[in-house]
């Protein structure tokens, strides 16, 4: 099981960039979906969630900025990034709870992706 981030860049402020991520694998199922950001010298802090029925959640710092989206039949989650901030440059992070089934046995695992840079600067 992988999960792939892509569609991070550079991004001047006030500006738009979606990310997605993609899981690929021996995938039975998709429950909770996330994105996460790390930025420099800080700790790893939660962005968006979403849940397999498409209830978000949101930190209070990117609310009414961020939308979370996933399709279900493709395995994707996005983050759409409206109104971009200096301070939401990070590397961002997918994150799932994939059910896997292995000789009848389902197994849910929590997994990460590798991370896509986001860099908003003038």
């Known amino acids: 099981v992988q999960l792939q981030a892509s569609g991070g860049g550079l991004v001047q402020p006030g500006g738009s960039l979606r990310v997605s991520c993609a899981a690929s694998?021996?995938?039975?199922?998709?429950?909770?979906m996330g994105w996460y950001r790390q930025a420099p010298g800080k700790q790893r802090e939660l962005v968006a969630t979403i849940t397999s029925g498409g209830n978000t959640n949101y930190a209070e710092s990117v609310k009414g900025r961020f939308t979370i989206s996933r399709d279900n039949a493709k395995k994707r989650v996005f983050l759409q990034m409206n109104s971009l901030k200096p301070e939401d440059t990070a590397v961002y992070y997918c994150?799932?709870?994939?059910?896997?089934?292995?000789?009848?046995?389902?197994?849910?695992?929590?997994?990460w992706g590798q991370g896509t840079l986001v860099t908003v600067s003038s």
């Open positions: 694998g021996n995938i039975f199922g998709l429950n909770d």
């Open positions: 994150n799932a709870d994939i059910v896997t089934r292995y000789g009848g046995k389902f197994t849910e695992s929590n997994y």
